[in-house]
């Protein structure tokens, strides 16, 4: 079929890699820690914000009845989320799909909540960052999502209109960043986020596993 895009914007954390359950793993056993526990009802409000951790700060300092030191707890949980994603390989489907689009001609970007540090890096070492024409962070707007701020950079980065594009997301906040930036969005969402409601989307998939461009387009233009 033909693709009436030019171009794709996705997400990182959770989509490209499963970096999401490593973070909620370091939270939680640093809660654990400190006594307190770290439901998932409470952690889905930081998915995709990156720095949004403030919900889940609340949650522990009510529960232990005392503030804490965030900004430490924030370095121990990247210290020890780095350790275990050092090897992780991109979710199964992501590396394919990317470079199937690629070989359709299609510009490719990266808009994410964490840092360029961060993704920079890990699309480094698997060998992707070339795949990408532009790769936009929290560090060029200044502000997380399900702010559209990041998508509208990466559009302006691409040089395209929001038409022209589409994103793929694997978490609410990110679904409405890419929705407010006037892109049609793709969920596929990653086992931590697969119970959340994604149905703002507009192609919602189960995973980007055995999944073409075409199934990825058909979903958008039915």
């Known amino acids: 079929m033909s693709i009436p895009f030019r171009a794709i914007v996705f997400d990182f954390d959770g989509l490209i890699v499963d970096t999401e359950q490593p973070i909620y793993e370091a939270y939680s ?8 526990s770290l439901p998932l009802s409470v952690w889905q409000d930081v998915i995709g914000q990156g720095v949004g951790n403030d919900a889940a700060f609340v949650h522990l300092e009510s529960t232990i009845g005392r503030e804490v030191d965030r900004e430490a707890i924030r370095a121990e949980a990247r210290a020890r989320r780095r350790d275990v994603t050092l090897t ?12 199937e689009a690629r070989e359709a001609g299609l ?5 994410s909540s964490s840092t360029h540090a961060w993704v920079d890096w890990h699309l480094d070492r698997l060998g992707l960052l070339p795949s990408f024409d532009a790769v936009c962070t929290r560090d060029d707007v200044g502000e997380p999502k399900p702010s559209p701020a990041v998508y509208c950079l990466a559009l302006d980065r691409l040089g395209m209109q929001p038409h022209e594009a589409f994103a793929i997301e694997d978490s609410p906040h990110g ?5 407010a930036a006037g892109l049609r969005c793709v969920a596929a969402p990653n086992p931590l986020t697969a119970n959340m409601d994604l149905r703002h989307a507009d192609h919602l998939l189960p995973s980007l596993a055995g999944v073409s461009l075409s199934d990825v387009v058909a979903g958008l233009v039915e």
Do not use: D
Request: aromatic fraction near 4%.
């Open 29 to 36: 056993s640093i809660f654990a820690e400190l006594g307190a």
């Open 175 to 179: 679904v409405t960043a890419a929705k």
């Open 107 to 111: 510009s490719l970007a990266v808009a």
């Open 88 to 99: 992780l390989p991109p979710r199964e489907g992501a590396g394919e799909l990317i470079a």
